[in-house]
């Protein structure tokens, strides 16, 4: 592709201007120019699991009882299930309203 030039012509005074604007190497820290994580100044501490991804290395964990999600059945509703991957809480609603018998309900902890 091919341009005109009239009106994009760079003198030797801009293009030295220009170059003059950039940032020199020796001014960069070494972070800049590697890339590398372990060159950067004043770096974070980081938890533990921010690491590992480990549950066991979380710091203040919910105690997981058993207690947390409790579904009670209504009025013209049954509830089955434990609340488990296994066996998902089942909502089932009599009646008139369509589109509410059988619905899964996921409640995970």
Sequence with gaps: MT??????????NKINSELGLKANI???STVSTTGSYTDLIDQPTLATV???GD????LNKPTV????TVVT???NVT???SGTTGSPYVVNAAGSR???????VWLMV
């Design 55 to 58: 549950y066991n290395d979380l």
């Design 98 to 104: 369509r589109g509410l018998t059988g619905i899964v």
């Design 73 to 75: 059945a209504g009025s």
């Design 26 to 28: 020796s001014s960069l």
């Design 3 to 12: 341009q005109a030039l009239a009106d994009k012509t760079w003198t030797s």
């Design 50 to 52: 921010a690491n590992s």
């Design 65 to 68: 009882d058993g207690s947390e």
């Design 79 to 81: 509830v089955t299930g």
